[in-house]
């Protein structure tokens, strides 16, 4: 009798659409995923945390290809050329996208979706440098 596969967890969010992009993405290359506890979340998002969000797993003899191929996709954000984006101050890659709710106009729509349970209307978007903490905007 044969021994069944034995998966190894390399990666984990905390909702299922991420997990699916990158999903996708080891598939194209030819490396079995198994995703465990998606089901779960997507029923209640908000126990993420509690259970350690979207368990990514390959088979054990493909970690290190699949690791390799985590490791070459950019976790920083890109123009719309693919490009990095570099920080105006100090030249850095690592640049993150994030809204914020900064102003009257963004805190009274988060003000109104919190109380109504729909999703917020208005909010600043801006990029921000992991290494300076500098907040600037890409034209």
Same mark, same amino acid.
């Given at each position: ?46 126990? $993420?945390?509690?259970?350690? +969000?979207? /368990? ?7 970690? %290190? #290809?699949?690791?390799?191929?985590? *490791?070459?996709?950019?976790?920083? $954000?890109?123009?719309?050329? +693919?490009? /990095? ?7 850095? %890659? #690592?640049?993150?996208?994030?809204? *914020?709710?900064?102003?009257?106009? $963004? ?33």
């Amino acid at each position: 009798m044969s021994k069944p596969p034995l998966f190894t967890t390399i990666a984990k969010f905390t909702y299922t659409s991420e997990a699916l992009i990158i999903k996708g993405r080891l598939e194209s290359d030819g490396i079995e995923v198994f995703l465990a506890d998606n089901l779960t979340i997507d029923t209640d998002p908000l126990i $993420s945390n509690a259970i350690g +969000g979207v /368990k990514l797993k390959v088979l054990t003899e493909d970690v %290190e #290809k699949a690791r390799e191929i985590l *490791n070459s996709i950019s976790q920083y $954000s890109l123009d719309d050329e +693919g490009e /990095k984006i570099e920080c105006p101050n100090c030249k850095s %890659e #690592k640049v993150d996208y994030f809204s *914020n709710i900064k102003g009257t106009k $963004s805190f009274l729509s988060f003000l109104v979706s919190f109380v109504f349970y729909v999703l917020p209307i208005y909010s600043k978007r801006e990029y921000r440098c992991e290494e300076c903490k500098t907040r600037f905007k890409v034209t």
